[in-house]
């Protein structure tokens, strides 16, 4: 339950204590939400009972729509959106994977559909806490993907997902991601904007020729064969490619109008500028990331963090630029990619192949780290600098993977 | 020439066991002598619908390196020989919206054959075969369209017929003996069918098709659009509604201006218009609404929209007022009901001969009455001259079940 803190913050804002998933849920009150669509698992069950709470409660207007299972929860969106709905919808692990068909042909459709995504390992074992490879399977598919890590984050993210995904420039589905327990489970303080800001944001959706409606008689999805499909995909390929400059241009007016937000979309730089050893990870990992660093700061040792927000489109030259400058790199994955190069992680191969083309190339280490949600240890962080440094003084990494905080 | 590329041009369903027992045939037969080679339907017709142009592949080379030139294609981009077992697609192929009118020999090489089964004359062939830049050669085997389908596969014999005038085509790769030791071979095989396949290595008939020759329509085609002009989401507009025929009265709908289904059809609907007792039924029946309603509350069926289904004459309740026809007895895709308004007298006469002609009405696919498929196999299959009295839904209304 959200609980209304005795002090206002002195802006119009309104300060509450809420967990990420409620903090999604305000915003979908903002946005006006039409439709979403729920079936429980854990952990982005708690965004459906936060949701159901605003309706149950009066505050938001809309069609909430229990599915029988997440293919259905994620089609039903699929089509309201056609129609003009602006929708929400959400998972969690092998939740996420069920949907999975609907999440593939939601992109080519040009579905502008909001998801949440509450980080969870995948079966088997059964097991509910964090990891990102539930999130990552639709990383090549077309679906925009961010990483958030704080509940204000959530809150002012989300806002900002339907403005970039409503774009007609760009019409994809977007996914935020929010870790499981860390942020789904843990309130905070949290700024929440009163509508009118809002509106002045966030445009109505606008579906324009793509509406499905019977003034515009149109066909939706029709059977193409290898002289149509590869012209389809290339126009979701321009969309991704334009989705840059839409989100730079949509978190411009989000700090134009809110009065907050990172100057950089892309990522978040703690303490990178002079940093000779760069830390990499997505989600609550930079929690524990800076707690290590502000340490080894102490020690007189330059160590920085650079927290990944946006997945897809991924800020590749960007971060080849901001990660050029440090003597070493180590990568820190939520996840893995078995068999993959090195047998790294997913994050820790796209900055490889990033960095291909930089100038500047420092030693890059590889580490998996916190899978099924477990915690992430100061001395973990130290062992995985103490390497990087060890990799600047050689000049090269070993090209290993190692992985931190596992039982050996 | 190494190798030795054939296709096989058929009707989606109907013929897709004959197509395959074909091109099988063909590479195993060159398999004789040693080569190498590849069978193979194209992708994009499957799954196949019903009397949509469809196409098989068969590719033989000397050796595997020659082969591998062929392979990992939808369809060769030239084919030595084109095998067509129905005579009305020598008005084109259209398998799909927006291909447009591909003509049968379009992938013929220069000198290379058209082979085909008709009891049509040359002539009248190349009134519909489209003309080529190059000169060919056309061979036809005497048959109708065989109906060797794909529920219930009519041993008529075409497959082996097929394969014996492609002995007397292309003897390097296949030669007749070779095919008649393929034939024996194939659990489809027997010594009757070597022996049909040996008298059509007699008895083909071919002659040159030179340059001036064929039907100078220039075909229909469409241009893809590029990736920036499409409709982005996977979107295509709908088809608009119609309008009146004239001065406000009858409808014409609005219909598909990428996909004409001319070549769907192997037969067309033939209408008394004095006849028609304007109850709707065939305009409510036809699924591709290819009725336009006339002024005068008749039904004309428009060729662009027609699939040859044959649901209208099923459904029409006056005897002989909608009558299905061959194909090939038409040069055109007039309008009926023009032709008729025009001049009555005339009409009368053309449809009395027209539907009069058992021959031309007979089925080319598919069976009007129960029994008719041991009917027609008792006949001679030999000249392929199976004529049956099948035509007039009034005539067999006893058999009707």
């Known amino acids: 339950m959200a609980i209304a803190t ?18 999604v849920a305000e915003a979908l009150v903002l946005v006006d939400l039409d439709v979403v669509t729920a079936y429980p698992i854990r952990p982005y069950d708690t965004v459906m009972q936060a949701i159901a709470k605003k309706i149950a409660n009066g505050q938001l207007v809309a069609e909430y729509i229990v599915a029988e299972g997440e293919h259905s929860q994620f089609e039903i969106v699929k089509h309201a959106s056609t129609v003009g709905a602006r929708v929400f919808c959400g998972s969690s692990g092998v939740g996420w994977m069920y949907a999975m068909e609907c999440l593939v042909v939601t992109p080519p459709l040009r579905v502008p559909m909001v998801a949440l995504v509450g980080n969870r390992a995948l079966d088997d074992p059964g097991a509910f806490g964090v990891e990102h490879n539930d999130a990552l399977v639709v990383r090549d598919l077309g679906w925009m993907l961010c990483w958030i890590d704080t509940s204000q984050e959530a809150l002012d993210t989300t806002l900002i997902a339907y403005r970039v995904a409503e774009d007609r420039r760009i019409f994809l589905p977007l996914a935020i991601s ?7 489970h843990s309130q905070a303080i949290t700024l929440v904007p009163p509508k009118e800001k809002v509106d002045r944001f966030l445009p109505r959706y606008d579906r324009g020729d793509l509406l499905l409606h019977p003034d515009n008689p149109i066909t939706v999805a029709p059977q193409a064969n290898e002289d149509w499909v590869i012209e389809i995909r290339r126009q979701n390929d321009e969309a991704m490619k334009r989705a840059v400059g839409v989100i730079e241009e949509a978190y ?8 907050r937000g990172p100057e950089n979309p892309w990522f978040e730089e703690y303490m990178a500028e002079d940093a000779d050893v760069i830390l990499i990870g997505m989600g609550t990992i930079s929690l524990p990331l800076k707690v290590a660093i502000r340490e080894l700061r102490a020690k007189g040792k330059k160590v920085g963090l650079i927290r990944l927000r946006w997945f897809r489109p991924f800020p590749f030259e960007r971060l080849a630029q901001a990660l050029g400058r440090a003597k070493a790199i180590g990568v820190i994955d939520r ?12 994050v820790a191969n796209e900055i490889r192949a990033a960095m291909y083309n930089a100038d500047k190339r420092p030693p890059l280490l590889s580490f998996i780290c916190g899978l099924g949600g477990r915690e992430v240890m100061l001395e973990d962080v130290y062992k995985a600098v103490d390497m990087c440094y060890a990799a600047a003084t050689a000049g090269k990494s070993d090209s290993k993977t190692h992985w931190l905080g596992v039982r050996e | 020439m190494s190798a030795l590329i054939c296709e096989v041009v058929y009707r989606g369903i109907f013929q897709k066991n004959l197509a395959a027992r074909i091109t099988r045939g063909i590479v195993l037969s060159a398999r004789k002598s040693g080569r190498w080679g590849i069978a193979f339907g194209r992708y994009g017709d499957s799954p196949q619908r019903n009397g949509i142009p469809a196409k098989d592949f068969a590719i033989v080379a000397d050796t595997k390196e020659e082969l591998e030139q062929n392979m990992a294609r939808y369809e060769p981009k030239h084919v030595d020989v084109t095998v067509c077992v129905d005579d009305t697609l020598s008005k084109g192929v259209e398998s799909w919206a927006w291909y447009g009118l591909q003509p049968i020999n379009r992938l013929t090489e220069p000198n290379g054959t058209l082979l085909m089964t008709s009891l049509q004359s040359f002539d009248a062939l190349l009134k519909d075969i489209h003309m080529k830049d190059a000169p060919y050669k056309l061979s036809l085997i005497r048959a109708k369209a065989s109906f060797s389908g794909l529920w219930v596969y009519k041993e008529d014999h ?7 005038a492609l002995a007397k085509i292309a003897p390097s790769f296949l030669t007749l003996d070779a095919v008649a030791e393929a034939i024996k071979e194939m659990e489809w095989g027997s010594e ?3 022996a049909s396949a040996r008298k059509t290595y007699e008895r083909i008939e071919t002659r040159e098709v030179k340059i001036t020759e064929g039907n100078a329509e220039v075909p229909y085609a469409f241009e893809m659009p590029k990736w920036w002009e499409m409709r982005e989401g996977v979107t295509i507009p709908a088809i608009p509604i119609g309008k009146p025929k004239e001065g406000g009265q009858g409808y014409v709908p609005e219909r598909n201006p990428y996909f004409k289904k001319f070549s769907t059809r192997t037969m067309r609907p033939v209408i008394d218009f004095d006849t028609c007792v304007k109850c709707n039924l065939c305009w409510i029946a036809c699924p591709d609404s290819c009725f336009d309603v006339m002024p005068d509350g008749t039904f004309d069926a428009n060729m662009d929209a027609c ?16 009558t299905m026809v061959n194909e090939s007895v038409f040069n055109d895709n007039a309008s009926q009901w023009e032709m008729w308004r025009t001049d009555k007298t005339a009409y009368k006469t053309w449809l009395t001969a027209t539907i009069g002609d058992k021959k031309t009405t007979a089925r080319s696919h598919g069976f009007r009455f129960r029994g008719q498929y041991d009917e027609e196999l008792k006949k001679d299959l030999e000249t392929g001259g199976v004529e049956i009295a099948a035509g007039i839904p009034g005539e067999n209304a006893a058999r009707k079940v």
């Open chain 2, 307 to 322: 699939c040859g289904c044959g649901v209208c004459e099923a459904v029409c309740p006056v005897e002989n007022c909608i």
């Open chain 1, 335 to 346: 996840d893995y990619s078995f068999g993959s190069p090195f047998h790294s992680g997913v």
């Open chain 1, 252 to 259: 411009a007016d989000f700090r134009r109008i809110f009065g």
């Open chain 1, 178 to 184: 929010a870790d499981g327990a860390f942020l789904t």
């Open chain 1, 6 to 23: 005795a002090t206002q913050a002195a802006s119009e804002d309104k300060e509450l204590l809420i967990s990420g998933s409620e903090a």
């Open chain 2, 192 to 194: 009757l069918k070597v």
């Open chain 2, 158 to 164: 075409t497959e082996v017929r097929i394969l014996g």
